[in-house]
């Protein structure tokens, strides 16, 4: 389990995340979602203790993280959106040199990964697309055996299969001892895949909660008219979707980007509907 505790962190005057509270639980894919510049990458730097809290606490499961100790680190990879690759090097290769520190790593689930992604790991990182590259470390990623995994915008350069297919293999991957974080603006990439949902907004947790939740405070309608007391409308090609209060207790299928717009346009109608 992830704790973080009364966690404040900034650059110099300029305030990331004030007095968050959080926790993680094992078994779940959660989606970290916000848009740009909100501290979704320093939230995942400091859980992995690339980042010191200037208050407040980060605990992954008995560690500290900021103490970095052996046995924590070879439970958690932290996978960035911009990684530094060996471009002389191999995905077979690399992955192989990270293996001694992950005493978990399997090379069955590595080659199948890379073999599902449609990727050579015999093949130079300089002689890869962005996206092949990318596809790589997201395998490196998922055969390591840790409990956690931290991927921030993994679907950055992936196509439109290759999306698909993350979304995927991420779910056959998912299992009760690991506790899997995405960080990511692109919410429609993470559709139908991530539960709970958190949404960051200037150095606040606007949102945490799960589908479960979310289904019984706000009601989806699809192919209606814009509707007055609606938290946000969009048009679509079969009619208006709105995000309403759900006053009714009627169930509905959550729209992500709906639910993202909504959250960003109505902060404190959404704190008093969910109690944050």
Do not use: W
């Amino acid at each position: 389990m992830i704790q973080i505790k009364n966690l404040s962190f900034g650059y110099k005057k300029s305030p990331v995340l004030s007095n968050i509270d959080l926790t993680f639980e094992k078994g779940h894919i959660y989606g970290l979602l916000g848009e740009n510049g909100v501290g979704k990458t320093t939230l995942l730097k400091l859980i992995s203790g690339l980042q010191k809290p200037q208050q407040g606490l980060c605990m992954v499961d008995d560690f500290v993280s900021f103490d970095r100790k052996p046995e924590f680190l070879q439970n958690i990879f932290f996978m960035p959106d911009e990684a530094v690759l060996p471009y002389n090097s191999t995905p077979n290769k690399y992955v192989h040199e990270l293996e001694s520190f992950y005493p978990g790593f399997s090379e069955v689930t590595f080659s199948g990964l890379m073999k599902e992604m449609q990727v050579d790991p015999d093949k130079r990182f300089k002689e890869m697309s962005y996206g092949q590259q990318k596809k790589s470390l997201i395998a490196c990623a998922l055969s390591l055996g840790t409990d956690y995994v931290l991927l921030d915008e993994p679907t950055n350069g992936l196509d439109i299969p290759s999306k698909a297919d993350f979304r995927r293999l991420l779910t056959q991957m998912t299992d009760e001892r690991k506790t899997i974080i995405i960080s990511t603006h692109q919410v429609k990439d993470v559709e139908n895949l991530i539960d709970p949902i958190i949404i960051l907004c200037q150095n606040e947790v606007l949102l945490n909660a799960s589908m479960e939740r979310i289904t019984e405070k706000l009601f989806f309608e699809y192919g209606g008219m814009p509707r007055a007391d609606a938290l946000y409308s969009e048009m679509q090609p079969a009619g208006c979707m709105n995000v309403v209060a759900n006053t009714e207790g009627e169930e509905s299928q959550v729209n992500i980007e709906a639910l993202f717009n909504a959250v960003l346009r109505n902060r404190e109608t959404i704190k008093s509907l969910f109690g944050c």
